[in-house]
């Protein structure tokens, strides 16, 4: 018998054949492609016959190291038909990361997207020889000269196409004998405290993870469309497209995520899976159109989400029905200022938007549900086949990340750490024994390093991950995530690392929006040469102090940022500051910019 998500595929082109499954925009037309189920299975297909021919083995471990791309799904599903595994890698990882990865996990054939993976893979299998093959996705690709091992996408799929009939036979043995404690994925954590480990998460895991998800969702209806916008090396999008498939929902695939506003625009998906610091910038964006228009932009602003706040928190939230004075208020409002932000961001159909990854404000959450987008804040991890908990449809606490999914059990560990068991937590780390015993307890619960507390309802409350508190030389603990959240709602703050482990007070390592400081800049007629000679200017530094003080005011004393120093420049992956999760890594912060921290406690 077939693993289910590899039966999914011909069961659903029994019910959709020639319907959409997903689309892209092609590069050279900007026009979106579209696939139908009947073109993926055959394309599945063909990678499948074309995998058995290069040789792939059961349970074979094959690397996916591109953007998002709907090669992707052909390459996971024909893997799958093979009883084979997808390791995917970031496509923003550094050659170094994909070498320990390609190590760790024995890879032999890697999967490349575009030019910067191809480099990087050609690179690690010049270091690591038992790299045998790379296939490209784009046949842009430009090769190296000396390269003879590299097969493109199209030769594949002619591979496939001409396969002998052994081959289509032997793939369909793999297929059909598939058991649901095969691996389904290897996912490498991203590492933000010590090198990355491999997640093994079996198909029973993703069955249990669809399942559950099907049970829960039930206001989603299958001819919407899913906005896949995160990278789909992250166990967030790559479940999620899963459970797309297996709903049957549509998929837009957004391969450049600094396009994604045209894309929204263009596609007005109803569903989009999201990270805080997305929603982050909208509600900064939305903030700063109103206050551009003075006055009389701040007023009704404010007043329509008063308005929003009644309809969609007190009575909406709660499934009851509106006061017709509120309801009718709400309907004038929705008109002319909340359809008009959904529409700026190109979610005048939006439904469903989970988000996940880390905090976010609770006046932010507060503010999308009152302009009418449905956030639905969660919480899980790799080692979770993503979702633990997750807002329930109606009487959600905001502050929370939801209750439980049917069948997933959570606890608290007398230290305050989130404990969880259930169908969809991993068989372990690949190749790391200990790691794996230690990660759970005798009676099998899995320990997830974050720490929280369930309230009255049972929604989970998260505090911080435990590996971050910090602990100032007074003896007090610091969550940093929480001011870091906070903090970040200003529309002149764009990235904020706290700094206080076994220090007497707390820090802040900011990075401003630089197109809002300029904008400060040039109505304050602040002269500067560059950004570094802005960033230490006394107006701007004031400006910023203020705001840092007004965010943090709800904060202990002890808690607050006393100091702070505005960086010149953002963190980014390339440097090693933030993970390929846009995860700031502290121990990288606390070494690059080790003068500027020893300044602020001088």
Not at 321 to 327: G, R, S
Not at 364 to 392: D, K, Q, W
Not at 398 to 416: E, Y
């Amino acid at each position: 018998m077939a693993n289910k998500l590899v039966e999914m595929v011909r069961t659903q082109c029994a019910r959709k054949g020639d319907k959409e499954v997903y689309r892209q925009k092609d590069n050279v037309t900007n026009e979106w492609k579209v696939t139908t189920w009947n073109e993926f299975r055959s394309g599945i297909e063909k990678v499948a016959h074309a995998l058995q021919v290069l040789g792939i083995g059961v349970q074979e471990n094959v690397g996916v190291f591109s953007a998002n791309t709907y090669h992707i799904f052909m390459s996971d599903y024909g893997l799958f038909y093979n009883r084979a595994v997808p390791v995917h890698i970031y496509a923003t990882s550094s050659r170094e990361e994909v070498r320990y990865i390609v190590e760790d996990a024995s890879l032999k054939l890697v999967f490349v997207g575009d030019q910067p993976q191809y480099k990087i893979a050609r690179e690690v299998q010049k270091m690591i020889p038992s790299l045998k093959q790379i296939i490209t996705y784009k046949d842009t690709i430009k090769l190296d000269a000396d390269d003879d091992t590299t097969m493109s996408w199209d030769d594949l799929l002619k591979l496939g196409e001409n396969a002998s009939e052994a081959c289509r036979n032997e793939v369909e043995a793999r297929r059909s004998s598939g058991v649901e404690d095969d691996l389904i994925y290897l996912i490498y954590t991203s590492g933000t405290t010590g090198v990355p480990k491999g997640v093994m998460l079996a198909h029973s895991n993703m069955d249990e993870a669809m399942a559950r998800h099907m049970e829960r969702l039930d206001t989603i209806e299958e001819d919407q469309m899913s906005m896949c916008f995160l990278p789909l090396s992250h166990v967030f999008e790559c479940a999620w497209c899963h459970y797309c498939f297996t709903k049957g929902l549509r998929i837009a695939i957004n391969e450049n995520a600094k396009e994604i506003s045209e894309a929204l625009k263009e596609v007005h998906p109803n569903i989009m899976c999201s990270v805080p610091r997305f929603w982050e910038k909208v509600y900064t964006g939305v903030l700063n159109k109103f206050s551009s228009m003075g006055w009389i932009g701040n007023a009704l602003l404010h007043r329509a989400i008063k308005i929003g706040r009644l309809r969609n928190l007190h009575y909406r939230r709660r499934g009851q029905k509106a006061t017709l004075y509120v309801d009718l208020q709400y309907r004038f409002f929705d008109k002319i200022v909340f359809k008009a932000i959904r529409k700026a961001i190109g979610m005048e159909n939006g439904e469903f938007f989970p988000t996940a990854g880390a905090p976010l404000s609770e006046n932010i959450v507060r503010f999308l549900h009152c302009c009418g987008i449905n956030i639905v804040m969660g919480y899980g991890l790799s080692e979770t086949t993503a979702t633990v908990t997750c807002f329930p449809r109606k009487n959600f606490k905001i502050g929370s990340a939801g209750t439980t999914l049917p069948g997933v059990q959570v606890k608290i560990a007398d230290n305050g750490e989130i404990l969880v068991k259930g169908k969809t937590v991993m068989k372990g780390y690949y190749n790391k024994p200990e790691e794996t015993a230690a990660v759970f307890t005798e009676d099998g619960w899995f320990r997830t390093g974050d720490s929280g507390y369930l309230n009255e309802d049972g929604s989970l409350v998260i505090t911080e991950r435990i590996k971050d508190l910090y602990k100032t030389s007074n003896g007090k603990y610091i969550a940093p995530q929480a001011l870091e959240s906070v903090l970040s709602e200003d529309q002149y703050i764009e990235q904020v690392a706290i700094i206080g482990d076994q220090r007497k007070y707390v820090t802040a390592l900011i990075v401003p929006s630089y197109e809002a400081l300029q904008e400060y800049a040039a109505k304050k007629k602040i002269e500067y040469k560059d950004m570094a000679e802005l960033v230490k200017n006394a107006d701007v530094v004031n400006m910023v102090a203020e705001r840092v003080n007004a965010l943090q005011a709800d904060f202990a004393s002890w808690q607050q940022v006393k100091k702070f120093i505005i960086l010149p420049k953002a963190f980014s992956m390339e440097t090693g500051e933030l993970t390929n999760t846009l995860k700031v890594r502290r121990s990288m912060i606390n070494k690059i910019y080790a003068k500027e921290i020893e300044e602020m406690y001088s």
